[in-house]
T-cell receptor, first 111, second 114 residues
Framework: QKEVEQDPGPLSVPEGAIVSLNCTYS??????FMWYRQYSRKGPELLMY??SSGNKEDGRFTAQVDKSSKYISLFIRDSQPSDSATYLC???????????WGAGTKLIIKP | DTGVSQNPRHKITKRGQNVTFRCDPI?????LYWYRQTLGQGPEFLTY????????KSRLLSDRFSAERPKGSFSTLEIQRTEQGDSAMYLC????????????FGEGSRLTVL
């Protein structure tokens, strides 16, 4: 079993919909949680960075961490075709520790 | 502010040949990482530098792979005697500060081994 599990998709939704992307993990020591967006044939780009449990909001994006369930989510409101990309979750146990990555979920927003 | 730059963007080589990739990080960043990514997978950690010191190297990394960061600025990743299984996207990232997960990635160097 992988340390971080992420549904590969693709997830296809109409423009304007609310999107929910999720990762589950097995290591209860993880405290730092990140979401990266990766467009085709490009490097990943950091979207959200959270520490421990709780919610963090940045524009149309909300990151949620539930450490009791070992589950993290990224919500995208008012989704746009330009949000079509692969979304990767990543996490680490402590600062300066290496990241453990999910395999990514491919998201398609239909105009 | 220029981002992380990687060259070449795409390299096609024959099995057994050596290849070298170059990464120029964001100038004020002291940490530099190399990752490998295959289709449908997340990035796989290869190695990490703080300034010119190589602090960590993946245990899964073959000894055919070597990386350098001679003056704490740009870095090179060399793969000797390439194999078809080396075909992948090689990503470089840099960072500064204590937030380990805040990485800035380049656009990657795609390697195709025939």
């Amino acid at each position: 079993q992988k340390e971080v599990e992420q549904d590969p998709g693709p997830l296809s939704v109409p423009e304007g919909a609310i999107v929910s992307l999720n990762c589950t993990y097995s290591n209860s020591a993880f405290q730092y949680f990140m979401w990266y967006r990766q467009y085709s044939r490009k490097g990943p780009e950091l979207l959200m960075y959270t520490y421990s449990s709780g919610n963090k909001e940045d524009g149309r994006f909300t990151a949620q961490v539930d450490k009791s369930s070992k589950y993290i989510s990224l919500f995208i409101r008012d989704s746009q075709p330009s949000d079509s990309a692969t979304y990767l979750c990543a996490m680490s146990a402590r600062s300066n520790y290496q990241l453990i990555w999910g395999a990514g979920t491919k998201l398609i927003i239909k105009p | 502010d220029t981002g992380v730059s990687q060259n070449p963007r795409h390299k096609i080589t024959k099995r057994g040949q050596n290849v070298t990739f170059r990464c120029d990080p964001i100038s004020e960043h002291n940490r530099l990482y190399w990752y490998r990514q295959t289709l449908g997978q997340g990035p796989e950690f290869l190695t990490y530098f703080q300034n010119e010191a190589q602090l960590e190297k993946s245990r899964l990394l073959s000894d055919r792979f070597s990386a350098e960061r001679p003056k704490g600025s740009f870095s090179t990743l060399e793969i000797q005697r390439t194999e078809q299984g080396d075909s992948a996207m090689y990503l470089c990232a840099s960072s500064f500060g204590v937030r380990t997960g805040e990485l800035f990635f380049g656009e990657g160097s795609r390697l195709t081994v025939l």
